[in-house]
């Protein structure tokens, strides 16, 4: 096992739920530490910056309410993605925020500043950069990242196109620091094999999307379960940058799924309202939905995690 820091020491299961822009809120998060995985929303999705100030009392509030209740079965610490890009003009702002909070765990995301590494480490805090090639991981880690998120090939959202195989395989070349995998996990099964491929921790997010506490709409709930892998389209039209989305979302927006323009990379925009806009009818997914089959709390999906994680890992050390 890596040497695993600060709040990433303790984690009841080995599964960070990812943030999902737009369909995280407080609601999802609490669900997810509850039920013993890190949960995590983007920064971003409160709008205005106020908002986030209210969201970050409320999740502190009420895990710190739940933990008095329940010292024998403590909740996951919860995690906020800040967006790292020049297009973010709330980046300073929303980090003072999470600093007052002392939120435990960051995860960031489209460049890497050291400053931003700085203020988490002020408090405690522990820094997650997500990467798509081992270069960026190195890059990471020099700016004084504690560990990465190795988006693989098949995550939902913007993803890279490395086998999950080759990426932890040189990333654990170097690197003996927390790492988790993300790319089509949706199964207990699929985080022990995360583990067994030099994984710490599992990378979720798709799966969430079919929840109960995810904000998403009921047609976009209904699409992940209804779709699978054939449905996903990896493209950069909407942002800029490569992502995977649910292909059914991109005919209702009158475009063919199969004959997508390239979108130009120096436009990319994460920030305002119009990247809001397209991730609200463009919507984002990974590869791993062909085994989600129905709408269900978060905690009722953890608990099924938990359940399969522990019959495949008793077969194969059986």
Same mark, same amino acid.
């Given at each position: 096992?890596?040497?695993?820091?600060?709040? =990433?020491?303790? =984690?009841?299961?080995?599964?960070?739920?990812?943030?999902?822009?737009?369909?995280?809120?407080?609601?999802?998060?609490?669900?997810?530490?509850?039920?013993?995985?890190?949960?995590?929303?983007?920064?971003?999705?409160?709008?205005?910056?106020?908002?986030? *100030?209210?969201? =970050?009392?409320?999740?502190?509030?009420?895990?710190?309410?739940?933990?008095?209740?329940?010292?024998?079965?403590?909740?996951?610490?919860?995690?906020?993605?800040?967006?790292?890009?020049?297009?973010? *003009?709330?980046?300073?702002?929303?980090?003072?925020?999470?600093?007052?909070?002392?939120?435990?765990? $960051?995860?960031?995301?489209?460049?890497?500043?050291?400053?931003?590494?700085?203020?988490?480490?002020?408090?405690?805090?522990?820094?997650?950069?997500?990467?798509?090639?081992?270069?960026?991981?190195?890059?990471?880690?020099?700016?004084?990242?504690?560990? =990465?998120?190795?988006?693989?090939?098949?995550?939902?959202?913007?993803?890279?196109?490395?086998?999950?195989?080759?990426?932890?395989?040189?990333?654990?070349?170097?690197?003996?620091?927390?790492?988790?995998?993300?790319?089509?996990?949706?199964?207990?099964?699929? #985080?022990?094999?995360?583990?067994?491929? /030099?994984?710490?921790?599992?990378?979720? /997010?798709?799966?969430? !999307?079919?929840?109960?506490?995810?904000?998403?709409?009921?047609? $976009?709930?209904?699409?992940? #379960?209804?779709?699978?892998?054939?449905?996903?389209?990896?493209?950069?039209?909407?942002?800029?940058?490569?992502?995977?989305?649910?292909?059914?979302?991109?005919?209702?927006?009158?475009?063919?799924?199969?004959?997508?323009?390239?979108?130009?990379?120096?436009?990319?925009?994460?920030?305002?309202?119009?990247?809001?806009?397209?991730?609200?009818?463009?919507?984002?997914?990974?590869?791993?939905?062909?085994?989600?089959?129905?709408?269900?709390?978060?905690?009722?999906? !953890?608990?099924?995690?938990?359940?399969? $994680?522990?019959?495949?890992?008793?077969?194969?050390?059986?």
């Amino acid at each position: 096992m890596s040497r695993l820091p600060g709040a =990433l020491a303790h =984690l009841p299961f080995p599964v960070i739920g990812s943030p999902m822009f737009i369909l995280s809120t407080p609601k999802l998060v609490i669900a997810q530490c509850i039920a013993g995985v890190v949960g995590s929303m983007p920064a971003l999705n409160a709008r205005p910056v106020s908002q986030l *100030d209210e969201w =970050l009392a409320e999740i502190t509030e009420t895990l710190a309410a739940y933990n008095r209740a329940h010292p024998e079965q403590p909740a996951a610490p919860f995690a906020i993605n800040q967006i790292v890009h020049k297009s973010n *003009d709330r980046l300073e702002q929303d980090m003072a925020l999470c600093v007052k909070y002392k939120v435990p765990i $960051y995860i960031t995301s489209l460049g890497a500043r050291e400053d931003i590494n700085q203020a988490a480490h002020s408090h405690g805090g522990v820094v997650l950069h997500d990467i798509i090639n081992n270069a960026f991981a190195h890059k990471a880690i020099e700016k004084g990242a504690d560990g =990465l998120i190795a988006v693989a090939a098949g995550a939902g959202g913007h993803a890279g196109v490395k086998s999950p195989f080759a990426l932890i395989q040189e990333i654990r070349q170097w690197f003996d620091g927390p790492v988790a995998l993300s790319g089509a996990i949706s199964t207990g099964g699929a #985080v022990l094999a995360a583990q067994a491929m /030099g994984a710490d921790f599992a990378y979720i /997010g798709s799966a969430f !999307i079919a929840t109960e506490e995810a904000r998403a709409a009921d047609d $976009y709930k209904q699409a992940v #379960v209804e779709s699978n892998s054939d449905d996903i389209v990896y493209t950069n039209l909407f942002t800029g940058v490569h992502g995977n989305y649910l292909a059914p979302s991109i005919r209702k927006a009158g475009l063919d799924p199969e004959n997508l323009p390239s979108s130009d990379p120096s436009k990319m925009n994460f920030g305002g309202d119009t990247a809001a806009k397209a991730w609200r009818d463009i919507w984002g997914c990974g590869q791993g939905i062909g085994t989600i089959d129905k709408v269900q709390k978060a905690g009722d999906y !953890i608990a099924q995690l938990r359940r399969e $994680y522990e019959q495949v890992r008793q077969r194969v050390c059986a």
